[in-house]
């Protein structure tokens, strides 16, 4: 039993040393994102860390819609979240214009909602 807590140790220094590189790794990757990133950070998600935006970006993927292109058809399921970074949003319910969202507006699974400027 000498050799448990040494044991014990050995494991808590490896994972410790693990999760500073990944927190370290992270910070670094955050200070290396475009400045395209950075921009839309600085104009919609001000009160974020900007290491917490860029996991968030990580996350993600960047989509492009051409004009009248057809993002969701009414009554089919959103599984994604979608922020609207340029161009305008229209939302169009039983053949009527409810709402457009422009910059700074999201789409989510549940629902339409207003933006977070």
């Not at 993927?61 to 599984?79: A, H, I, K, P």
């Not at 340029?86 to 933006?115: Q, T």
Request: aromatic residues 16%; hydrophobic residues 40%; negative net charge.
């Amino acid at each position: 039993p000498v050799w448990f807590p040494l044991k014990y140790n050995i494991l808590f220094i490896t994972v410790n040393c693990y999760r500073i590189w990944c927190t370290l790794s992270d910070q670094y990757s955050a200070e290396e994102m475009s400045e395209e990133y950075k921009r839309y950070h600085c104009d919609y998600f001000p009160n974020m860390e900007l290491v917490d935006f860029y996991k968030l970006v990580r996350l993600g993927e960047m989509e492009t819609f051409q004009e009248e292109e057809v993002v969701l058809q009414q009554g089919q399921l959103n599984e994604y979240l979608r922020f609207v970074i340029d161009g305008e949003l229209s939302v169009i319910r039983d053949g009527h214009l409810v709402e457009i969202f422009k910059e700074g507006n999201f789409i989510s699974e549940h629902g339409l909602h207003a933006g977070v400027k």
